[in-house]
């Protein structure tokens, strides 16, 4: 993997999310300068996004979410490749099976549980046999409430010598709204929920992302309505990605083998 022509490959950048990656990435002072460059399935729109950022030499690879091989050609030549393009049920598949068998490091940022469950019966065991990472959810969500919690509970366990067994996350206020992909991929789920009851049970799982959904534990489904919290003295609301960043968290404290216990919550009952 260290001979390949690129360390990271941003695919969807002229897309919303991707532009504003590719914006953080020309502006970001890193210690080792990057050696990237921006894919998509249009050419003359990754070339204005580069010029439009200041940027016209940054290479532009072209790659379509339905053709393997393009996909295939890209990831080949890349350390790791870094996904916008979504909904991630309708064009991701393809791709994580790119990475895959091309041995390359993988991070979106998808919400989508259902289609995460499918990439992680399919997928996990063949990318650590490849000693590869797929990781989801890259974004605002989860990346917050995933790292959140982990550098807490580091900080608690320093202090105290013990692990929280109950952490909660409330949002209080947030910038910007949802984009149009956003809103896209939240549609897929709503509809595919609508005509498989299967999935929609299984969204509705709170331990469906765990890397054993059948684990049973004191979670219980997001907050549904209103409710006073007594620790906030506030009145709360449900949080529209509350369902994917807990789930988050409970896979990844899974992945880790429970250290704070299988009793740890992040939504008490
Ligand atoms: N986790 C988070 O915090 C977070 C935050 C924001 C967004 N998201 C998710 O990120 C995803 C993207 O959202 P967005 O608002 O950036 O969407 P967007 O503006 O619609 O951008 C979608 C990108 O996908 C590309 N694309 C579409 N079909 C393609 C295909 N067949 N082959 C190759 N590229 C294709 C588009 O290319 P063209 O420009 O050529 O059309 C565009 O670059 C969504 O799934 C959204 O839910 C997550």
Redesign the pocket.
């Known amino acids: 993997m260290h001979t390949r022509q690129y360390d990271l490959i941003l695919?969807?950048?002229?897309?919303?999310?991707?532009r504003l990656v590719a914006e953080y990435l020309t502006s970001a002072s890193l210690s080792d300068p990057l050696n990237w460059a921006v894919a998509?399935?249009?050419r003359e729109?990754l070339q204005r996004m580069l010029n439009e950022l200041g940027h016209p030499q940054i290479p532009i690879i072209i790659?379509?979410?339905?053709n393997k091989d393009s996909l295939l050609a890209m990831t080949a030549q890349t350390r790791v490749l870094c996904t916008?393009?979504?909904?991630?049920t309708q064009?991701g598949s393809l791709l994580v099976e790119a990475c895959v068998a091309s041995k390359t490091h993988y991070c979106d940022?998808?919400?989508e549980a259902g289609w995460m469950r499918q990439m992680i019966d399919r997928y996990h065991q063949a990318a650590a046999d490849a000693k590869i990472k797929i990781v989801h959810?890259c974004?605002?969500?989860?990346i917050p409430s995933d790292m959140g919690v982990y550098f807490l509970q580091k900080e608690i366990h320093k202090q105290y010598g013990v692990y929280a067994t109950h952490i909660k996350t409330l949002v209080k206020a947030a910038k910007g709204g949802l984009?149009?992909?956003?809103f896209?991929?939240m549609i897929a789920q709503i509809n595919q929920a609508k005509a498989d009851r299967s999935f929609a049970r299984l969204i509705a799982n709170p331990y469906t992302l765990n890397p054993d959904p059948t684990f049973k534990g004191p979670d219980r489904p997001d907050l549904q309505g209103l409710y006073f919290d007594p620790v906030a003295k506030s009145w709360i609301a449900p949080f529209v990605m509350a369902g994917i960043n807990t789930r988050i968290v409970r896979r990844s404290h899974a992945l880790q083998g429970f250290p704070y216990g299988e009793a740890f919550t992040v939504r008490k009952p």
């Open positions: 695919w969807g950048a002229s897309g919303f999310t991707g998509g399935r249009n729109k790659a379509d979410g339905f916008t393009v979504g909904p991630y064009y940022l998808s919400g959810s974004g605002f969500d989860s984009s149009g992909g956003t896209a991929s």
